[in-house]
């Protein structure tokens, strides 16, 4: 109670300076602590929207920062997709971007085809992974390709683990599996609330395309 | 059990194809009862990792489609950040980016000034959102402005309920108040699994920054 009287006599002001400053402790001391600096292993997952566009806006910030970046996208639909037009033509050789999917499985409905598919694509990947230029590696809808086996997470696991140092990976897509999500650095698990797509709306241009 | 014989005689392969053939019957009924075509309001929040930088994914979607973007970013760190390094440089007169917020609320401790700092960024936000000309407005952690009533949800809601039809807007921040949730089309929560700041990494540049 001892120090009732003095808070009384502060401003909503002084108050607000006050709450901020603890808060402004609190973080410095969290920020103070994480000392550790090294590549990370981002993994999105969860049914929700945003694991791949997320993906694309570390990519989008990885080449702000002037960092050769990599992309394979392991599953691709036949639709064309602003991201790739976009970042296709604007970064030249600070990317290298493979689009190695040839479409939905339910479109192929040739498993053989969708197997050689992604063993191509990961055969490209697996280059990015063991090559210290890479700054940033985008591997997206991987875990698709992972829980179909149609690439082994052995293999993923291994590449992963040998990966240059201060190289960061991120992967994307439903049902990653555990032995993925254990090794990683940062997962999030996008849920979803809702969807237009439930309520009767297209896929949007510059949304979902 | 009548036509399990049939069944039994197909090949590994041929049962793939009927099952996927299936799945594409479904998904195209999906795809065929989804003939609303408009604009969609956007909605991440959760506190896990995602929520901005699907923000951005989609506006580099969107820009790869030429449209015309606005961004609003409502709260900045005083670190410098790669998305908007990247997006300046190579968006030109397609994209209007404006960062508004001064740092974080326990940063400058001052909620005169943060008060200001987001009622001048609504201002700008609520330009766009009345102008046919954008066809894409991205209010980066507009949501933790709303939390602490620096803007108020009714001017949002009705900004966004007057705004063109084809428009498309993202709102991202932790908190999304209910309000806002309920007028939305699409809304997903980026739930941490696991976020490599806690095992003591620091920010990245490329992922975080």
Redesign the interface.
Not at 186 to 196: F, G, I, L, N, P
């Given at each position: 109670m001892s120090d009732q009287p003095t808070k009384d006599a502060m401003t909503?002001?002084e108050r607000?300076?006050e709450r901020?400053?603890r808060?402004?402790e609190l973080?410095d001391r969290?920020?103070a602590?994480?000392?550790?600096?090294?590549?990370?292993l981002?993994?999105?997952?969860?049914n929700?929207?945003?694991?791949?566009?997320?993906?694309?806006?570390?990519?989008?910030?990885?080449?702000?920062?002037g960092?050769k970046c990599g992309v394979v996208q392991f599953i691709k639909g036949t639709f064309s997709?602003?991201?790739?037009?976009?970042?296709r033509?604007?970064a030249g050789d600070q990317l290298d971007y493979y689009v190695m999917g040839e479409g939905?499985?339910?479109?192929?409905?040739?498993?053989?085809r969708d197997i050689a598919a992604a063993q191509a694509a990961w055969k490209i990947a697996a280059g990015m992974l063991a090559d210290p230029a890479y700054?940033?590696v985008l591997l997206d809808e991987l875990n698709i390709a992972l829980v179909k086996q149609y690439v082994q997470l052995e293999q993923v696991l291994e590449a992963v683990a040998a990966r240059p140092p201060r190289q960061?990976v991120?992967i994307t897509g439903r049902g990653a599996p555990n032995g993925l999500?254990a090794v990683?650095?940062?997962?999030?698990?996008?849920?979803?609330?809702?969807?237009?797509?439930e309520?009767?709306?297209?896929?949007?241009?510059?949304?979902e395309?």
């Open positions: 909503p002001e607000h300076r901020m400053q808060k402004k973080v969290k920020i602590r994480a000392t550790i600096d090294r590549g990370v981002v993994v999105n997952t969860g929700g929207k945003g694991k791949s566009s997320s993906g694309f806006g570390m990519l989008a910030r990885s080449l702000g920062h960092f997709t602003g991201e790739e037009a976009f970042f033509r604007l939905f499985t339910w479109e192929t409905q040739d498993k053989a700054d940033f960061h991120v999500i990683a650095d940062t997962v999030t698990e996008m849920r979803v609330v809702k969807h237009a797509f309520a009767g709306i297209k896929a949007q241009k510059g949304v395309l």
